[in-house]
């Protein structure tokens, strides 16, 4: 039986990504040593973080003008790194809450300067991004932070401000998994459990002149700065952990790119989206501006009918279909690596499951 | 031909360890999916987890007045999180400067108060361990900092000082190599990148109680109650990471456990210290009371026989041995996992190409 994993993160990575790992983890191009196993600062893993951040930058069409880093601590490191280097000093900054991760990235940021909530959907429990063209940004923000797909309440940011402020995207649940202008952003930065490789690594893309605002007294290791000079290898980075990102970064080349594996991420979404808006039986929690391609919320009837369905689905193969703790229901995550066939065998489980309770 | 990795880290694992990895990798007991694709608070990487701290303790015979945690960012991240948790408000910290990591941690201690350096072998290049009994540490220090094994000097403390402060130790290349009493320190780390698992985790164990020192304005990632009060999981930990390590841990009970592999190890460098001695050919630059049974560093009459040394011995299946950057000559890193049969094939080369050369 084909087995789909739905989880939302840690997530499933591409099937030819896993094989091609597996096949060298013991003897990585004839070495006698798996990748793990050798120096960061030998010439094969030196090939590797290059390459890596080579095919992130073409696929990402990122300038010059940006540094590519590799960081440890996940999102969640973030949350502080980011007022720690770029609050201006007395300064403030601006916030949109849209869920679960933005009020932690909020909470972290209080410990740097002011912090400003300038657009929030938590009054209707996160069921939208917060109408864009109503936020008032102030002048002379430190930077602008939006979350920009929301993997509990299942949003996604369809189009982004326009700010004078640098605006700063925490994309951990939607990066690489549409075309955007990186030219907009400050900084974009991802945990990578969710469509770029294993947890414990944070891909950071940031403008080289924000670095600069880095206060003296930060440590080593929690500046910006330490990255960008040192290529990311300032001390040992995930070496593991870069290798599976390259391998994904090339899977996506061979999908055509993020164009390509956009198209392919719109059809899925569809798919569900489209049974669910002709059911009677599923409800869609979440205002259609805003629904994510990533992370597709729904629920049916009554709890105890989720909880069926969840038990029903795993026997088929269609596992982690368990929505977020904090709000119950159905999540199907369906990032960059999900294939077509995961959704169309949800989309026929989930028609079956309507016709037998419905 | 057997390849052996001699690599100073990341370095080689055990073989069964790889192989047990590489087979389970793309479906972990049967869920159809790798372990790194499923979610960090799922049944599979709970059990992993749970597993994986128990066996730490049982390996270690670490009491329950101690915390384990795994934490990113490796060593370097913990030469932060150590003062800035752990620094008594307006006081000062001692640390003993053994190489080029204690110097690091010395340097991050500064921001955060009064470091003293207590001790130091700066002076003759770091080839020993200041005599522990000419020590003089000053009543009411935050804590002693140590790094128990250099891997750039090939330096190892055999004794450690008495203190009245919590000693801390950075065991980052001999944690779990050989017999320790942990209620003599107060906090132990180490990346994991040498002894225990792949890059981008280390394992920080510290007694409960110095971790309420921690100021209330520290952000939440660098705290170190956050790590003890949610089981590392605040937010997702590096998953395969921490899997390796319980790998690791279960192939070392089967070994005899620390005791077991002390024995090995005590042969392993044996076996390559008396050739060293025994030669005209070869010579340690470390002081005998000194020589770490992790790293042993030794030169050969020129430098351009050292580096006819390295590529022979490469050609031969024995990887890695060129010195640090910093100080050249040779070294062979011989942790836990590698076998002696790897020793073995080293001191033959040695003695052969000293019959050649010398």
Known sequence: MAVYNFSAGPAMLPKEVMEQAQSEFCDFQNTG??????????????????????????????????????????????????????????????????????????????????????????????????????????????????????TVAGTQYHSFPETDAPMIADMSSDIMSRVIDVNKFGMIYAGAQKNLGPSGLALVIIRKDLAERTPANVPTMLKYGTYIETQSMFNTPPTFGVYLLGLVAKWLKSKGGIVGIEEINDVKSEALYELIDNSTFYRSPVDPSSRSKMNVVFRLPSEDMEAQFIADAAKEGLKSLKGHRSVGGIRASIYNAMPMKGVEALVDFMNEFARKNG
Chains 1, 2 share one sequence.
């Open 33 to 150: 040593s798996g990748l793990m196993e050798l120096s960061h600062r030998g010439p094969q893993f030196s090939q590797v973080i290059e390459e890596t951040e080579s095919d992130i930058r073409e696929l990402m069409n990122i300038s010059d003008d940006y540094a590519v880093c590799f960081v440890q601590g996940g999102a969640s490191m973030q949350f502080s790194m980011i007022p720690m280097n770029l609050m201006l000093p007395g300064g403030f900054a601006e916030y949109a809450d849209t869920g679960t991760w933005s009020a932690k990235a909020i909470k972290e940021g209080k410990g740097f300067g002011d912090v400003k909530v300038i657009a929030s959907s938590k009054e209707t429990n996160y069921d939208r991004i917060p109408v864009i063209r109503h936020w008032k940004p102030e002048a002379g923000s430190s930077y602008l932070h939006i979350t920009s797909n929301n």
